[in-house]
């Protein structure tokens, strides 16, 4: 049941509402912002059937073929394949892409452990769950994780002002209960469903909230609209940002006018236990092939830097040297993380192997809180040459290209032309729009840092340092009841 490219897109012609610029978008395979990432999901579903990659992104079950990123994972063999498919997805398309599937199906998982919660108010909201991961694993649509709300004043309850800045339900009905807000979530306007869940704790005090709410959502139901930023790509010549044409991805704010969420696609309604705990485990899976991702755009930055060094010989100098050592111990630390958090996995509530939540939240922390300090040690290795370097147009010119070429050439190896795609790539992945977006966006794709190091917080082992300095100091038994208390 696995997917090709042509069924991905065709899945797309479904008369959903999607609207870019201001204007209503009439095939979003067919517009030029939308058609490049489109093109690249498409294509990561064809290399399921290419016999050169079938192998590394498919596993088979009953002489069935399915995509490794979809399946449960029970044994570190599982973990290791899926990463071993996307290191070969990001090698394949020549960049990063962080939205398409296989990060966010995790975020099901987290809430296919909490089954005992959801059969506290209806047991009907846990066979849900468990039927919709099954059903993505059979059917592998394109599906996302509709997350962020426009929240509005965040000094008030949702009651107190316009209600419909936090998604809510609005009434129920014998079909099923009809919801109205708005989400924030990449790749919406071209995927087919999305994991609908409450943002933040804002639902307050009571045990029942019409705040707290968790579904699935299909992109195409009626009331879904679809309000897309302006995309990168295009906007400017390939030849000079090649990342941005190829790999830009979409974000959407997804309305929600009154859309009818059938009773089998809700996973917990008015709990906010539920939504509480979906929130304190939402990324126990899904931040592993999200910093995996960051693994990868350490190499491209890594990659970039070198190149530019190496074709005028600075390489040599110690200087650089430690400058790259630098990125390649950011890069190292990355991979460590996600190493032993495999290595040292755990078993989950319902029985799936869990990355060790320390290692991989420590991991995530570490990634994206040293990622600007490292695009900039990139940009400084790159040199001045990524913001003044004229495009493409003009060292193809007949009457600038003599000049292009006399001092864009450095030897019989780096010739202009060379030399200005180098720094095409350095300028798009570190200077452009496209990478200020990029790094802007790491305060949205998987928590703000201080959620973050929440997740650190709530999963590193406290008792062990306890233990240790307890014991250094002689303290008595009673100080260390209550420093075990405290934690």
């Known amino acids: 049941m696995i997917r090709t490219g042509d069924e991905y897109r065709a899945s797309l012609d479904d008369g959903?509402?999607?609207?870019?610029?201001?204007?209503?978008?009439?095939?979003?395979?067919?517009?030029?912002?939308?058609?490049?990432?489109?093109?690249v999901r498409a294509r990561i579903y064809d290399m399921q059937h290419d016999p050169s990659t079938k192998d590394q992104t498919t596993y088979q079950e009953n002489g069935e073929d399915f995509a490794i990123g979809l399946r449960l994972p029970y044994e570190p063999k599982d973990w290791e394949d899926k990463r071993k498919a996307v290191d070969l997805v990001m090698h394949d398309i020549g960049g990063i892409v962080t939205r398409v599937?296989?990060?966010?199906?995790?975020?099901?998982?987290?809430?296919?452990?909490?089954?005992?919660?959801?059969?506290?108010?209806?047991?009907?909201?846990?066979?849900?769950?468990?039927?919709?991961?099954?059903?993505?694993?059979?059917?592998?649509?394109?599906?996302?994780?509709?997350?962020?709300?426009?929240?509005?004043?965040?000094?008030?309850?949702?009651?107190?002002?316009?209600?419909d800045m936090l998604v809510h339900v609005v009434k129920e009905t014998d079909a099923g209960i009809v919801i109205r807000g708005a989400k924030y979530e990449t790749a919406a306007s071209y995927s087919n469903q999305a994991f609908l869940k409450p943002t933040i704790a804002n639902w307050g005090n009571s045990e029942l909230s019409d705040y707290a709410l968790g579904c699935i959502v299909k992109m195409n139901a009626p009331g879904v609209k679809h309000i897309c930023r302006t995309g990168f790509a295009g906007r400017a010549p390939n030849a000079d940002y090649p990342l941005s044409n190829k790999v830009d991805e979409i974000d959407t704010?997804?309305?929600?006018?009154?859309?009818?969420?059938p009773w089998e696609d809700i996973l917990f309604y008015q709990h906010t236990r539920a939504a509480s705990f979906i929130r304190a485990t939402l990324h126990r899976y899904s931040a592993f092939p999200f910093v995996q991702r960051t693994l990868s755009y350490a190499d491209l930055i890594i990659g970039a830097a070198l190149w530019n060094v190496k074709q005028t010989g600075l390489d040599k100098q110690q200087a650089v040297q430690e400058k790259l050592s630098e990125l390649a111990v950011w890069r190292e630390g990355i991979d460590a993380f996600l190493t032993a958090s495999i290595a040292t996995a755990e078993e989950s509530p319902n029985g799936l192997l869990m990355p060790n939540q320390s290692m991989l939240m420590s991991g995530r922390v570490h990634a994206l809180s040293n990622l600007?300090?490292?695009m900039h040690t990139a940009r400084e290795l790159c040199g001045g040459q990524i913001c003044v370097t004229p495009d493409a147009a003009t060292?193809?010119?007949?009457?600038?290209?003599?000049?292009?070429?006399?001092?864009?050439?450095?030897?019989?190896?780096?010739?202009?032309?060379?030399?200005?795609?180098?720094?095409?790539?350095?300028?798009?992945?570190?200077?452009?729009?496209?990478?200020?977006?990029r790094l802007t966006f790491q305060l949205f794709a998987q928590s703000a840092p201080?959620?973050?190091?929440?997740?650190?917080?709530?999963?590193?082992?406290?008792?062990?340092?306890?233990?240790?300095?307890?014991?250094?100091?002689?303290?008595?038994?009673?100080v260390y009841g209550v420093g075990k208390e405290k934690n």
């Open 16 to 39: 959903r509402e999607v609207w870019m610029n201001g204007e209503k978008v009439k095939d979003v395979c067919a517009h030029p912002q939308l058609k490049p990432v489109i093109d």
């Open 101 to 163: 599937g296989d990060e966010t199906i995790g975020e099901m998982w987290s809430l296919w452990d909490g089954k005992e919660i959801l059969n506290e108010i209806d047991p009907r909201f846990a066979e849900n769950i468990e039927k919709h991961i099954h059903t993505a694993i059979k059917l592998d649509p394109f599906h996302v994780s509709a997350n962020t709300d426009p929240k509005g004043d965040r000094s008030k309850a949702p009651q107190d002002q316009d209600p």
């Open 253 to 261: 704010l997804m309305i929600l006018d009154d859309v009818l969420i």
């Open 372 to 374: 600007p300090k490292m």
């Open 395 to 437: 060292f193809s010119a007949p009457d600038t290209k003599p000049w292009m070429d006399k001092f864009y050439t450095i030897n019989d190896n780096w010739i202009a032309d060379d030399r200005r795609k180098l720094l095409g790539l350095a300028r798009d992945l570190l200077n452009s729009d496209y990478a200020g977006h």
């Open 450 to 478: 201080f959620a973050q190091l929440g997740a650190v917080y709530r999963n590193f082992d406290w008792d062990g340092p306890l233990e240790f300095a307890h014991k250094a100091a002689n303290l008595s038994e009673n």
